[in-house]
């Protein structure tokens, strides 16, 4: 069981950063794929980034070159560092983990744990 924990949205202006926090808890972190997802009002909830357990990392083609992610072991934490930001980035951003790498990263019915997310809002 992981319990997360998301920090770090806010509103900024076009071409504007941002960096979400996700803190984790109840479990053996390291072993966990942990992915960030968003969904914006009316849309689908999308993968945004995701990295496995050795460190490999995957974006979508939308935010490649702009967003990176990261996890630090020792804090238990996962990052998402938003440069670049577009109004389009517009959403609410959730952490999801679980313990068996994904077939497919991007596909949400395959995390079992998530955040109760945090508000992006870009202006343009």
């Known amino acids: 069981e992981v319990q997360l924990v998301e920090s770090g949205g806010g509103s900024v202006q076009s071409g504007g950063s941002l960096r979400l926090s996700c803190v984790a808890s109840?479990?053996?972190?390291?072993?966990?794929?942990v992915a960030w997802f968003r969904q914006a009002p009316g849309k689908e909830r999308e993968g945004v980034a995701a990295?496995?357990?050795?460190?490999?990392?995957h974006y979508a083609d939308s935010v490649k070159g702009r967003f990176t992610i990261s996890r630090d072991n020792a804090k238990n934490t996962l990052y998402l560092q938003m440069n670049s930001l577009k109004p389009e980035d517009t959403a609410m951003y959730y952490c999801?983990?679980?313990?068996?790498?994904?077939?497919?990263?991007?596909?949400?019915?395959?995390?079992?744990?998530w955040g109760q997310g945090t508000q992006v809002t870009v202006s343009s």
């Open positions: 999801t983990a679980d313990l068996f790498f994904p077939t497919d990263w991007s596909e949400k019915t395959e995390y079992s744990y």
């Open positions: 109840g479990s053996t972190y390291t072993s966990y794929c």
């Open positions: 990295v496995d357990a050795y460190g490999s990392t």
